[in-house]
């Protein structure tokens, strides 16, 4: 057990400091297009590195690109992005104020979950991201995302916006748009979600809603 740890500890460490080999986003961009780590750079036509405001307050995670993401190169731009932009405006939000990114920057084929090993391959460049942005709020969009970044046991039915703490940030889950517009009954919960949310950057950020 005590041998498990210290492999543990030492993949913990190492991974930190990958991450911290980024000092700044051109750096960052520039390894995250080029990437190979994975097979689903055989599949990519396009990286899809994230958008929004560098320095923004709220880091919104998503799990990967679809098939709009990989041919345009930006998060959330189909029918699940289109929704996402009405939830940001709900609570008067937009992507000039918020930043947008996935776990994994290339689109999975056929839309499905990204792989354990695809994920631990592209952590690093939102970990870097993440460093970079120093958000005080992450929102993960979906089950995927919250069982990787929030706990490997999240239940996304039964704990989506309820705000969590660990270190420096707040973490809060939303149900995924694309599993918004399979569900539509899920819209009120959503809403409510949201406005949680709207309530934890009021308490927490002090630009977000001055831009």
């Given amino acids: 057990m005590a041998r498990v740890a210290i492999i543990t500890l030492k993949r913990i460490v190492a991974r930190a400091v990958e991450s911290l080999k980024f000092t700044n986003w051109d750096e960052l961009h520039s390894a995250c297009m080029q990437c190979t780590a994975c097979n689903l750079h055989q599949t990519r ?31 959330f ?17 937009d ?14 084929p056929e839309n499905r979950d990204p792989l354990p090993a695809e994920q631990d391959a592209c952590m690093d460049y939102l970990r870097a991201q993440t460093m970079l942005i120093k958000p005080k709020i992450i929102v993960c969009l979906g089950r995927v995302a919250a069982t ?47 406005k949680t949310l709207e309530n934890l950057i009021l308490s927490l950020c002090v630009h977000t809603y001055r831009q």
């Fill in 77 to 93: 731009v189909g029918r699940a992005g289109h929704l996402l932009d009405d939830m940001l405006a709900a609570i008067g939000l």
């Fill in 148 to 194: 990787k970044i929030i706990r490997s046991d999240f239940k996304i039915t039964a704990e989506h916006g309820q705000v969590f703490e660990r270190g420096k940030y707040r973490y809060i889950a939303l149900y995924h748009p694309a599993y918004l517009l399979r569900d539509p009954r899920k819209l009120p919960e959503t809403f409510e979600d949201l």
């Fill in 45 to 75: 036509k396009n990286v899809v590195f994230g958008v929004g405001n560098k320095n923004a307050e709220v880091l919104f995670i998503g799990e990967g690109p679809g098939k709009m993401e990989d041919e345009l190169g930006e998060p």
């Fill in 95 to 108: 992507r000039t104020k918020i930043y947008i990114a996935n776990m994994v920057k290339c689109r999975p």
